[in-house]
């Protein structure tokens, strides 16, 4: 990085002196598991009433990403995304062995280098011209990847709640239709969805098939609610998990304010 744009960097008031930006970043975030107050909590209902709310990006995100990232040459990317994988790993790592918290002073040195790291490996690496945006960057670039994990985690369980409620609606139709069905040897046509997602379209069925039909659908659901109740118990862990990555880092960023201006300070040379 030039010297001409380290000095004005320098210039600068850096936000993160002020925690304005540190602050906000945070409230936004605790803010996801809020969906009353806050539009980006992705809701997921459970049978038995319960609700677990979990983050995602919208536009507004991806265009603050193309802000902070947009300038990372093709050929930077790589080694840039290594440095916030190394980062939110040990992020996770250290809210993990204490989710108490930790006390400012008593981060793992890992992490601290890793973060000094990351904050030079970013500023070498695009055309910021503000200390408060490289901080910016380093927040959202150790927590995105959580975010990201997390949603797509809620999100292949919304799939399952989904594909459970449509097999109730598909046993239903079909205990409905036995309850006034002759014993004639009559068939009639249903459509329905197997738990593996195999999907059988106008299918001709005789009574007992569709007797055999309910009990099956009816294992397969059992089965798939048992899923369900496994994959709500690690949701409601990787949002802990996340929340502890998100104080951890904030507490980070404050702490160690003085050790990343020198890290900036050092890039002159």
Known sequence: MAV??????????????????LQEFQQQRL????ASSFERAQSLNFSDGARVDV???NDQDRD???KLFGSVPTEKREELQTSFDALTHLIREEGANNPDGVKVGDFSSGLTGQLG????VYMTTTAVEEAGDAVQAVMFGAMIGVEQELGNFAKEMQNRLNAAGEMRTDITELRDELTDWPDDGSTRTFSWT???GTVHENVSLTKEEAKSLVDKLDGELET???MTDMMRFDLQRASETYQQALNTLSSLLKSQHESLMAVIRNLKG
């Open 55 to 57: 983050p995602f990006m």
């Open 4 to 21: 001409e744009r380290v000095q004005q960097v320098l210039k600068k008031q850096p936000v993160i002196e002020s925690q304005v930006q």
């Open 31 to 34: 803010n996801l598991f809020t």
């Open 117 to 120: 790291q990351t904050i030079e």
């Open 64 to 66: 603050l990403a193309g």
């Open 224 to 226: 798939m609610s048992e």
């Open 194 to 196: 197997d738990g593996d």
